[in-house]
Structures are given as C-alpha cells and as structure tokens.
C-alpha cells in the first residue's frame, strides 16, 4: 500500500477471477535454478514471500518509460476495455513468455484459463498474444494462418479484417527482462533457518527443516500445516477465519522432493499441481500409453482443475488433506490405490489412500500433529484401466459437481474382472467408494450383462440425498450412472472422451473509410487509455491514495426476508479496535431515500426489512479490515412478517405486481386465432443474471470542510444522478457536490442506481465524522446488495398455420422485480417494445407484470429487458417450427418482416431492409444450409453427442423510451498550446466512449487525436447528464462533441480564410489574441421519443440497430456438458465510428449472452438468501466458453441518417445473441429425444446448464431414479 503499486487489482480475494496475477519468482535448491510462478495475489500470503522476487504489472514496463510488448500488443490487438482484467491478463502472459518465450497456442490458452474478463470475449486478447507463437495454427473455417486472420484482406477491396496491424511492434527481447535480485539467489542458495514473522492477530513460523517441521507440529498440533494456502486463504480472507498461529510448509525442500521409482512415482506432498502435471507429463512420455494410464487420467484432470494460477499455488498434499469431496484428485488417487507417507514425532508410517481415510467433510484420519509427507502414485499395471471423470457449471475453472476415478484390472489376458475400484466425490459429504458394487462385479466378464447389473447396483449403493449440499441431488445420481457407462465404453471401445477445448479464431470484416489517413473516423484506432490500463497506471476509483484521516465503511445487511425491525444493537461492534462509529436511518441529515420517477426506496431500513442483503447500517472504521469484522457484530432482532415469498409463480398466486401494468397490441387477436390451424400454449422461464463487472461498485467521499462541499469520487454509470441522490440524503444542494468518474471498471447498467444509494449512504458518513470516507463492495456483498438482471417468464398462446405462418400471439411477461421497483417497469417496457423482434405477427398481443418479491430489488442489465422480449417471442417461434416439423430457420423467415416500410407491434415506422441483409449474409457466412446437413451426419452417427444449429434476426431498439433521457452535453476547451481538452456527460466503462468522442472532434478540428484529452466525467463541467445507457452513449455524446467542436470551428473559420498557412497552434494563438472564447458547450438534443401505452403508439426508439446471428454447439447427453463450436454474427452498425471498438462491444456483448442463456445461474435458498455469491459459485464465461471460431461482421453499406456520422449503437443488442446457444442446444437434445423415442418437446429453461441438458437428455440412467415426489424435503436452491 505504502509503495502505491495500485496496478494489480482486486476483484473476489478467493482465487477466482485473476485480476491480482503477479509473477513470483525464487530460487530453487532441488533444481538449481530460479523458477517463476504467476500466483494470485490474493491468496499469496506475504510472509511466504520471504526470500522471493514478486514482479507486479509496474515492474515490466511502462508508457514513461518503455513499454513490455506484452502490454503493448494487448493493447494495440484491443485486448483491453474497461482494462479491468488486463493487468492479470498480462501478467499471466508475461510469466509464461518468462518461461517459455516461444509458446504454443495450447500454452496461451492454459496461461489465461483464470484470468476472467467480463468485457471483451476473449477473443482480442489471444489475438494480441498469439503474435508471439512460434506455431502457424491453421483456421478450418478458411484455411488460414491464424496469424493472418486479424489481418486479412477481403477480395472485395472496401472490406478489411486488419482489425490490428503487427507493424512497428516492439519485438520480444527476453535479454531485457529484469533479472532475479542477485542477493535473493544467494539467499536462496544458504541453508534455511527457521524464521518468525508476528503480525497483529497472526504468528507465522516457517520451519528450518522437515525436522524442525515434525517438532513444531507436535508441538502446535492445532496450527495449520500452510502450503499453497488455496483452501485455507480463501476462509481467512472471505469468512473471517482466523488462526493465531500458522506453520509454513512452502520451504521445506522434502515436501517438494519428486522420486521416479519403478514401480511408481514419488511425490512430495508439497508440490504444486503444476508440477505434478508437467512430472506427470514427462512420465507419459517416457513410460508409454500402457504404463501410464494412472498419469494420464490425473492429467487429464489437471487440465481443468482450477487456473494455471492456483495449481501453481495448490499442492497435492494440500487437495487430498483438505478432504473436499468437490475437490478432484482424491477419487482417481484412491482409484489408482495410491498410499500416504506420513510423518511425526512418532516416526513415520504409510496409508492405502482410500474412502476411509476421509472421516468427515474437511476430516481426514491424519492426527494433528501428522505431516503429510509425500504420495506414492503407482504405474498402471498391465491389463488395468484407469479414467477419471468430472463434471462442472462450467468446463474449466470451475469446482466439479461430481467427480469419479474408475480402476478395473482384468485377470491377465482376459475379459474377466480381476479388481475394480470406483471412487466418487461430491455425492456427499467424503469421498464414497462403492465398494459392494466392485465387490460384486469381480470376477464377472466384461461385457454388457455387467454394465448392466454393474449400473442396477451402483443405482442402489450410491444414494445423494435430497439435503445434500448444492442439491442437484437428481443430475448427481445421473451422473453416477453415466460416469460408470462411460469408463466401460472407454475401457471397451476407448470411446466418450471429454470435449477438449481450444484456442478462439476468429475472421472479421468491416468496410474501409477512404477519406484522408488523417482523419481518423471509421478507423480501428485503439481504446484512448489502453496503454494505461495495460500497463497499471490507468486509475480506478480505490487505486486513489488514501486522504489524511480517511474512514473506511461497511454495510450492515438485513439477514431476514421480511421482518420488523426490533431492534439494533452495535455495541459490540463499537467496541472493537479502530471503530470509528456506526450509522443508521436517524444519522442521515436530508431524507433516507432514493427517489426515481416518484419511486421511492429507503437507504437504511427504518422500521421493516424486505429482503435479505437490505442495507440496515454501515460501521465506519479506520480500516477496511476493522469495518469489515465490525459489521458482522452488530447485532439486530427482527420478528418475521408474513408473507414472505420469492418466485414469479408465488407472486401471481398473491397477486402481488408492482404498478403500472403494461399491454401493446395489435390487430385482432381473437379474429387471429380463429383462422389459424393450429392453437399451442407454452411458457419460457429466463433465469437472471449478475452483472459481474471485474471492479466492484464503490466510492470515495470527501467532505471538503466548507460551505458543505462534497467531492465524490465513484464509479457512477449516472453521476448526476449520484449527486442529486447525495445532495437529497445530506440537505444540500446539488452546485456542492462535485461527482467525478475516471473511469469503471465495468458497468453493464449495474452502476446507475444502486451506486447512488452507496454513494449517499458513505456520504453520510463523511458528513457525520467529518472526514473523508472510502466503500468498496467485497464481491460477496457486491453480489448480495446490488442484485442483476431479473428472471422473467412468459406465457403465451400462439395460432398458427401448418407452413409455420403466425397470425396470432398473446404473450404476458412477468418479471421478478424483487422488493423495489428500481428500475423494472422500464425494463418491461422495454421487453413488450422487443417482443415482436423481426417478425411481422399481425395480431400480436403483450402485457406486461412486474412482480413483487421479498428478494433484493432487480436493476438494469446490458439489453434491460430487451433480451428477455426477444427470446420468448424467439421461443414462440422455436416451438411453432417444432410442432409443424418445419426447420426453425424457415419458419423464421417465412415470418419475417419483408417490406420496404414496416410498423412494429406499437406502431413506428422502420424499414427491414438492413435487418434482412444481415439475416441472409449471416446464412450465407456460417454456411447454414450446408452445416445443417453435417450436423444431420453428425448426429445419426452419434448417440451420445448430439449437434444442433440456430440462426435467428434481430431488431433493437436504440434510445431512451423515455425522450427527456435523449440529451448530453460536452464542454470543447482548447487550449493556448493548441491541445483540446473534452469534458461530456458520458462514462468511460470500456465501451470507448472517449476513443469514439476524440476521433469525432479529431475530424472536425483537424488536430491528431494525440493532442485531444478526456479526463474524467465531472458533474462540475457538464451538468444533468443522462446515464451512459441504452447502447446511447456514443450517440448522444458524440454529437454533443460534434457540435461544441464545430461552434469552435466557425469561431476559427474567419482566421483559418484569412491565415491559410497557419499551423493549428498559429491559429490558435491568434485567436487568443482576438479575445474569441477558444471554449464551447455543444449540446445534443435527441428526438421525442415515448410511447402512448392506453394507444399501443409511439416512436419508442430513436432507429433501430439490426443483426443476425448462428451458432452450432455440440453436447454430451451423458453429462450434460456442451461445446460452443461455432458463431458467426453479422451486425449492421451503420457507419461505424471505430469498427475495432465496435467489432469488441460485439463480441463482448455475444459472450455476456453466453453466460445468461448456458452457464450463469443464480441460486437463492428457500429463505431468499442468495447462495452464488462470488466467483467459486457464480460462473461467468471464462477463455474455455468461447467457440473456436468466432466470426463478426459488420454489415457493409449500411447507413444510419439518425445518427453521428451515419453509426449506431452497438451496446446492448448482441447479448441477445447467446439465446442461438439456447436454441442449439436444445436442437441437440431434440434430436437426442428423437432418436431415444421420445417427444421433441419437453420443458426446458434458460440458462442451459449442464444439469438441465443432461436431465432432459432422458434415458436409462436418468429414469433408474425417479425422485420421490411424495417425500417432501426442502430443496436446496429454489427458482425465482
Ligand atoms: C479458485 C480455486 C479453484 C479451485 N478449483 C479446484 C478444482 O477445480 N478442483 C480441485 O480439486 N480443487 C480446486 N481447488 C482447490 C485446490 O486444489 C486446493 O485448495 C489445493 O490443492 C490445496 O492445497 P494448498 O497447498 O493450497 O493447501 P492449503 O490451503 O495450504 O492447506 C489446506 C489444508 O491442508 C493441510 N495441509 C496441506 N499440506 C499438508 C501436509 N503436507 N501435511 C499436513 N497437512 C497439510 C493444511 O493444514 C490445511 O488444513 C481450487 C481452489 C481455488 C482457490
Ligand atoms: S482478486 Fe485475486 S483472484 Fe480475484
Ligand atoms: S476489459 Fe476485461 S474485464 Fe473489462
């Protein structure tokens, strides 16, 4: 802190996002070399690091001095948006060219598996990085080089792929890496002895020796042995937990010690998953297939274990010790008969590691004096298998639902089953062998009579009860059964093998600008801060230096749905060390209150709670840490209120909606379905979605001592909005406080509302103590109090005729708004403004319900409602073309709007000419006709991998509904030396908005944009700006620049005629001199825009944006797992401004839908708790989710005559796109269902998760367990 290296970031404190990767470097004495380590921060103690060299993004460059091409080449491939991610990112891959400066693709790919970024698809990023393999991997799609990809050349000569050029690159040089500090090698190569280290709550001894180990053991029996501190660190950083005093076993070299035996391998307990693998690896290669069948399935496994960063850090001994039974190696460890070496005062003995060792969840039979020394893994014997199997939310990354090692050895040269051990984790609370079903199926012949009494007696020995932890209890029973099925295809066929995954390729196309190369609209020009971000010197709002006598804040959150407030008690809290005070409703000196349109919700709960994670008080401490603890000792009684309930269903049952109620229709509904041939009535569940942008929401609040004036410093998408919310909460007026915004570190539309509360809530705080406050959401809280996009569900009727023509659809949308309205009437709006998408239904019907629940009030989210509105209408016509067995694609089109000029559903005129273009180019793109026919092959010659294909429009929306929104302003100042400072009403969250706004005012002053600077969003120079929002931004700020620029520009023109020859600065000067303002205000005003709800009338929208989108995946109807193959989208961005931010906002948008519509699943108890809170429970796509191909083009010729430069907005609409997964996916399972007899239609809810895809594959094994619905049991998650 004091160093102020605020670069590496933080973004969960548990391993789980990559956002604090550092390079960690130390001697090692076994191999006598320094070795380097990317590590997450977070949970790298600091007391472990004695001894060792830590490089940070800081230390490999900079843009004062030189840039690492790293950084560079992140930067300049686009690889960076809000940049939040981007100092792990490039420390991951700075690690591994420190490494290895040739890497392959399946290098980079392994390096960034746990680096998460919620922006920008993955994609630009390996683009950037590739640059430095050594390998030429070939596109199949095009049978390109994928190092020409990016910069490829269309045939048709105004159409580039150069999204980046390699031109005047800095060239990797490892001779100018820093060098490991010569007196740490030294160091490194002295015996060790024993060192101490005290901190405030904490000893922390690290042992001289193993012997010095086994004595300090005995004599602290207590203490925990800490290794790689993944399982121990995140509790002590996450939950509190505390030990006084912790032995460090990283340095004792025999922990570490790897013997090749031979028999067998030796491992020292100590050693890290990585190298276990890389070990492993090498015994593959030297041992052959048949010995290494052990090695194989561990590696195997180790390949998706965590990230590259945590088996760094992890240690074998560690995960087995542990005794997690989600953790993976113990069940293919036990499998491979593998023994414990144990270590003590007492001497040493040895343990068969088996089901028994486990005693407990998080118990093993070591004694606590015990060491874990090393692991014996043993070769496969001849005649014996080995498979290891895990299953997981999400492929890579991700804690596995149920994992299983399968070992059979049969009786030399035959089929006869001599031994066979089956292990499985996560079916309950230790490891379970099923031992009476290998005992039974010994001495049995290998073949399908055991398969099938082997699953009968495995159905009846394992049993997952309906309590257990995480639920599922029916897919983990499934899985059970397919795990088995599988190990005897492999065993018998080498067949089922897991999906692997690759590395993202990608082509691109957009058309070339032919203006002079000096202007730079509608060029890929790179995201104006990206060299900041890439290197750590960008600033977010908690990398500010603390100010004198800074406070830090903490929420205290309601832990009951609905209840009264009896009383509250901070006492305790008040009496711990550091704590400054605590703050409820009677502290706030204006009004407790957040109002928007006339709806209020209360800062603090004064008398009621109404929702788990409402915010009842704050401690405010010296310290985050202080303020941290010190919130979880307040103590409050309720007493709970009836009704309580949490589920869409509940709320119509009560009837309980917020109002206004909404409804758009046209034509005649009634008339529509009498003349249909067919009348299906269907429903489609939408679960919600976190917005889990990298950088949690917070602020700081600096009261400035006089008059009142407050200064705020916060990551605010709305910043007037922010000030106006503070300004109401502490009485005073909005000129005295002063909301800056430098940038975020991811929006989403998660940080318009809520933030205000936050910022109202410290400023209350600052006002009260009278210094300056800081709050930073830890991600847990962040996830509990600001809540997401909500869970919709529609119901519908639709009329139809055989060839798949609708004529009639009545849809009602309910939506899970929570326990405040917030944002979700506009939301619903803005689903029924989306419900007709591209298609011409001319008898269309949608009402509107927004429900009130006793759950954390729902916001806005990227696309705010728009996607829930397309994808049932999307549904609507999925179910139609599968009723009248038409293809979904023809069915699509038949209903498509076709006409040179169209009404939508609430009567505004738009012409689908564009929309059309981008359906048929994207089917001509992704070779839709021609994949169908593959996939057709594919699936008859698979039962149990299925392949499907989706390709749906789209139309949306662009603009507020609510016209007054359509405003901004930006302030143009040009200063003496000639540079231009801009200030507008926007915010920089990684869209590029800034980028986009220098380039406009770059065309119309003429000046490069390296002399035009934006440096914040400040409430003090533009005033009552509306949220950056709506995909409006660019738009509205854009034009505003445009318009301040060209004031200033016919201001200069009497000059510019008459000193033709002047230099910008020349010209500048002089009119100085002239007293001409060189300061202007341009102002852009949108057109009325609103929607007349009685009349189903309005213009809704300022234009609409038009794209299309295919996607094939492939999945495994035995796990449930599934592969994104392939997306092409084309997209009509109109002209665009900057086709790579463009290309970026695409791509970023399209993987946001992958996470809503397949992996992100938030899970409440039945108490409304929300259980997914943080990154180790809440998947959002990772490198591993991104098809291998992914194409993106944007829409050649289109024009837009509503907006800056002929562009649109590109924001929102692509993550409407990830519903093709949803639809694929459930094409696959059709035709799974299809083949097993069964009917192609069948329930099926989005997110399309493993669980889900695996269910409604039903087969042998799914319908062995039918649950018991007659006993009732609380479920574990509920959906809402
Ligand atoms: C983000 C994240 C993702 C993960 N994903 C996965 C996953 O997908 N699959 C999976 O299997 N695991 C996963 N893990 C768990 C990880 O593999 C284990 O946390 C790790 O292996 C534990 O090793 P460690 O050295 O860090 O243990 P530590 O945290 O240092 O210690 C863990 C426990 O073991 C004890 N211990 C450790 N070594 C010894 C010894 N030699 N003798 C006696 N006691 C000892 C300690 O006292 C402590 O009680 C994940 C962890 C994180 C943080
Ligand atoms: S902050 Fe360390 S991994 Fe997320
Ligand atoms: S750029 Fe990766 S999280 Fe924003």
Not at 87 to 112: A, C, F, H, K, W
Request: hydrophobic residues 35%; glycine residues 8%.
């Amino acid at each position: 802190c004091s160093v102020g290296l605020t670069g590496t970031k933080y973004g969960c404190g548990g391993g789980g996002c990559g956002a604090c990767t550092v390079m960690v470097s130390r001697y090692d004495p076994i191999q006598e070399t320094v070795l380097h380590w990317s590590v997450t921060a977070c949970l790298q103690p600091i007391c472990s690091l004695h001894g060792a060299a830590v490089v940070t993004v800081e230390g490999i460059g900079s843009t004062k001095t030189k840039l690492h091409p790293v950084q560079e080449r992140i930067a300049k491939a686009h690889g960076s948006q809000c940049g939040f991610c981007t100092p792990g990112m490039v420390m991951s891959m700075y690690t591994l060219l420190r490494n290895n400066p040739q890497p392959t693709m399946e290098d980079i790919r392994e390096t960034l598996g746990g680096n998460l970024c919620r922006c920008t698809g993955y994609r630009p990023i390996i683009d950037g990085f590739k640059t430095f393999c050594n390998v030429r991997t070939v596109n199949s799609s095009n049978g390109k080089c994928c190092m020409e990809n990016s910069n490829s050349h269309n045939n048709e000569s105004d159409i580039s792929g150069e999204l980046f050029s390699m031109d005047n690159v800095l060239p990797l040089d490892p001779t100018q890496d820093l060098i490991f500090p010569p007196e740490l090698l030294i160091m490194g190569k002295k015996k060790a002895e024993r060192l101490c280290f005290q901190g405030e709550k904490v000893r922390w001894i690290s042992p001289a020796d193993l012997k010095d180990l086994i004595k300090l053991k005995a004599e602290y029996s207590n203490a925990p042995l800490l290794v790689g501190n993944t399982t121990i660190g995140p509790k002590m950083n996450l939950k509190g937990t505390v030990h006084p005093l912790v032995l460090y076993g990283g340095s004792i070299p025999e922990l570490r010690t790897i013997k090749w035996r031979n028999n067998g391998v030796t491992v020292g307990a100590g050693c890290s998953l990585s190298v276990l693998k890389d070990v492993l690896l090498q015994g593959i290669e030297e041992l052959g297939p048949e010995k290494s069948r052990v090695y194989q399935a561990l590696v195997q496994t180790l390949q998706c274990l965590a990230s590259k960063q945590i088996r760094n850090m992890a240690t074998i001994g560690g995960n087995i010790l542990s005794a997690n039974p989600k953790y993976d190696l113990s069940s293919i460890l036990a499998a491979a008969e593998c023994t414990l070496h144990i270590v003590s005062n007492d001497g040493a003995r040895e343990i068969c590691l088996s089901e028994e060792f486990f005693t407990d969840f998080g118990k093993t039979a070591l004694r606590p004096d015990e060491i874990l020394l090393a692991i014996d893994i043993p070769h496969s014997r001849p005649w014996e298998f080995v498979s290891a199997f895990r299953q997981a939310q999400r492929r890579e990354f991700s804690f596995s639902i149920v994992n299983s090692g399968m070992r059979v050895t049969f009786r030399h040269d035959s089929n006869v089953v001599e031994n066979l051990d089956i292990f499985y984790g996560g079916v309950g609370p230790t490891l379970v062998k099923a031992r009476h079903t290998c005992k039974e199926l010994m001495g049995r012949k290998w073949d399908e009579k055991l398969l099938v009494v082997g699953t009968q007696l495995l159905e009846e020995e394992i049993y997952v009860p309906p309590t257990a932890p995480g639920g599922q209890e029916e897919y983990r029973k499934a899985l059970v059964l397919s795990f088995f099925f599988k190990f005897y295809m492999q065993v018998t066929l080498d067949a089922l093998k897991p999906f692997k995954n690759e590395v993202p390729q990608a082509n691109h196309s957009f058309q070339v600008e032919t203006q002079s190369s000096n202007d730079p609209v509608g060029r890929p020009n790179v995201h104006q801060a990206a060299l900041q971000q890439a290197t750590g010197e960008a600033v977010y709002y908690d990398d500010i230096p603390s100010v004198k006598g800074e406070l830090f804040v903490s929420m205290v959150t309601s832990t009951r749905a609905h209840a009264k407030i009896i009383s509250i008690d901070a006492s305790m809290a008040l009496a711990m060390s550091g704590v400054v005070t605590f703050i409820s409703a009677k502290d706030v000196p204006g009004q407790n209150r957040r109002l928007w349109f006339n709806n209020p919700e209360e800062l603090f709960a004064e008398e009621e709670v109404i929702c788990v994670g409402q915010i009842i008080g704050a401690i405010v401490a010296e310290t985050r840490e202080q303020a941290k603890r010190a919130s979880e000792q307040v103590d409050i009684t309720y007493e709970d209120i009836q009704p309580v309930f949490f589920t869409i269903e509940e709320a119509i049952e009560h009837q309980s909606f917020f109002d206004p109620k909404r409804k758009l229709e046209r034509g005649n509904l009634e008339e529509g379905f009498e003349k249909a041939d067919h009348i299906l009535e269907g429903e489609l569940y939408m679960g919600g979605q976190e917005h889990f942008y990298m950088e949690t929401q917070g602020l700081i609040a600096i009261p400035k001592g006089e008059a009142g004036e407050l200064e705020l410093y916060v990551a605010s998408q709305h910043a007037a909005y922010t000030q106006e919310v503070v300004g109401i909460t502490l009485g005073i007026d909005s000129n005295k406080i002063t909301c800056h915004v430098k940038r975020l570190g991811g929006g989403f539309g998660g940080k318009v509302m809520k933030i205000a509360s936050l910022s109202a809530i410290a400023a209350t705080a600052a006002y009260k103590t009278g210094r300056a406050v800081r709050c930073v959401l830890e991600r847990e809280d962040d996830m509990l109090i600001t809540s997401g996009r909500s869970p919709f569900l529609g119901k519908y009727k639709v009329g139809y005729l055989n060839d798949g023509t609708i004529l009639a659809a009545d849809i009602t949308y309910y939506s899970n708004g929570g326990c405040t309205l917030d944002e979700s009437s506009f939301i619903m709006e803005k689903a029924l403004l989306h419900m007709d998408n591209g298609y011409k239904i001319p008898n269309l019907r949608g009402h509107g319900l927004v429900c009130k629940t006793y759950l954390p009030s729902y916001t806005a989210f990227r696309g705010f409602g728009g996607p829930q509105g397309l994808t049932i209408i999307e549904s609507v016509l999925h179910e139609v073309a599968a009723r009248c067995g038409l293809p979904a694609h023809q069915v699509r089109d038949i209903n498509m709007y076709k006409d040179e000029k169209c009404y939508t559903h609430h009567k505004q005129l738009f012409s689908p000419h564009d929309m059309v273009r981008c359906w048929n180019e994207c089917l001509e793109k992704s070779d839709y006709t021609h994949r169908c026919l593959s996939i057709k092959q594919f699936n008859a010659h698979n039962h149990w991998k299925k392949r499907g294909i989706s390709i749906v429009p789209l139309k949306f929306g662009i603009g507020f509904s609510k016209g007054f929104y359509n405003q901004v302003a930006a302030l143009v100042n040009i200063y003496k030396d000639g540079s231009v400072l801009i200030s507008h009403g926007g915010t920089e969250m990684g869209q590029g908005i800034n980028t986009k706004a220098i380039q406009i005012a770059s065309r119309i002053l003429k000046v490069p944009m390296s002399s035009i600077h934006i440096k914040e969003t400040c409430t003090g120079n533009v005033p009552n700006a509306a949220p950056s929002a709506a995909s409006f931004g660019t738009d509205a700020v854009g034009m505003a620049v445009k318009d301040g620029c060209e004031k200033l520009m016919r201001r200069l023109e009497p000059l510019i005629k008459k000193h033709p020859q002047f230099t910008w600065q020349q010209l500048v000067s002089k009119t100085y001199c002239q007293k001409i303002s060189l300061s202007a205000t341009g102002f852009f005003m949108g057109p009325h825009t609103s929607v007349d709800w009685e009349k189903s009338d309005g213009n809704a929208y300022y234009y609409f944006t038009f794209g299309a989108c295919c996607s094939e995946v492939e999945i495994d109807c035995l796990t449930g797992d599934h592969k994104n193959i392939r997306t092409d989208i084309v997209m009509d961005v109109g002209r665009s401004i900057n086709p790579a931010l463009d290309v970026g906002q695409v791509e970023g948008g399209f993987v946001q839908g992958i996470g809503l519509y397949t992996i992100e699943e938030l899970q409440f108890s039945p108490e409304g708790v929300l259980l997914t809170r943080g990154p180790s429970r809440y998947k959002i796509p990772a490198l591993c989710d991104i098809p291998p191909q992914l194409n993106v083009h944007l829409l050649r010729n289109a024009d837009n005559p509503h907006a800056i430069y002929s562009s649109k907005g590109i924001g929102e609409p692509p993550v409407f796109f990830g519903c093709t997964l949803f639809f694929a996916i459930k094409e696959a399972i059709a035709a799974a269902r299809r083949e097993r007899g069964l009917s192609e239609s069948f329930p099926f809810s989005s997110p399309a998760t493993a669980e889900k895809i695996r269910m409604a594959c039903e087969d042998c094994f799914t319908r062995m367990n039918p649950p018991d619905r007659k006993v009732k049991t609380k479920p574990w998650a509920i959906n809402v």
